[in-house]
């Protein structure tokens, strides 16, 4: 059996940020050189994916799950180590992350499709078929900044499901919008990871999605891994913990 080769390789990685809360312009002087606390969203952490693989990312809030997808995807920077995506396109499926608010839903297809590397060509073939998945009619014309978070989340998972990439990185999504879309994203979603070839990573509180779709997921605990395997083993400890922690 041949040997699956690894598609995301994250290595030594460190992400910082500083705590701005607590920053006084008065008392910095007004050179906005502020002594805020410095947080470490991400500290350490060092993993591979292989190709195919649907691994599940679980932690409480602040955890640094969403900060580490985010570097993943090449929105955020190291300031230590290392994100080997080896060549594979990516795509991040995350409310908030990606439109430009001011252009129609109609503009930020095409946006978001040339950011993913297709051509204007390339996108006017599928366009069609996103407006009709994201089932947002007349609204698809309309500036994205008039729409609600689950008019945004359709646009967002019928762009990124129908615009197929070989990294998938999903963020919460497939809990935002009505019953029928989330059962329809549920299914989509499902197809699209039976593909041997795709890799995606979910970032979800549902343990059920994480058991349901994922190979093994990874427990992020203050921006350092705290288990890596299997869903059902990792979930029913987190979940315990959880219960524990309130």
């Not at 050179?31 to 990312?57: H, L, M, P």
């Not at 955020?76 to 908030?96: R, T």
Request: hydrophobic share 35%.
């Amino acid at each position: 059996m041949k040997k699956k080769e690894v598609s995301i390789s994250v290595k030594d990685l460190h992400i910082y940020y500083r705590d701005m809360r607590r920053f006084s312009l008065k008392k910095s002087g007004l050179k906005g050189k502020g002594t805020g606390r410095i947080v470490k969203a991400v500290n350490g952490v060092s993993f591979d994916i292989n190709e195919g693989e649907i691994v599940g990312i679980c932690g409480k809030n602040g955890s640094g799950k969403s900060t580490l997808l985010r570097a993943i995807s090449g929105i955020f920077s190291a300031d230590k180590g290392s994100i080997d995506l080896h060549g594979h396109s990516i795509s991040l499926l995350s409310i908030g992350v990606g439109f430009q608010r001011s252009l129609t839903g109609y503009e930020n297809i095409f946006l978001s499709g040339m950011l993913l590397g297709y051509s204007k060509d390339e996108i006017e073939k599928k366009v069609d078929s996103i407006i009709e998945f994201s089932e947002l009619k007349d609204f698809i014309y309309k500036p994205v900044r008039s729409y609600s978070s689950g008019m945004y989340s359709k646009l967002a998972f019928s762009i990124t499901a129908i615009l197929e990439t070989d990294i998938m990185l999903i963020d919460e999504v497939l809990s935002v919008g009505d019953i029928h879309f989330k059962q329809k994203s549920y299914n989509k979603m499902k197809e699209l990871i039976s593909d041997d070839k795709r890799t995606v990573i979910i970032v979800s509180h549902n343990s059920k999605t994480l058991i349901d779709l994922c190979d093994k997921v990874i427990w992020l605990h203050e921006g350092e891994i705290k288990k890596i395997g299997k869903p059902d083993v990792i979930m029913a400890e987190y979940e315990e913990f959880m219960k524990n922690e309130g």
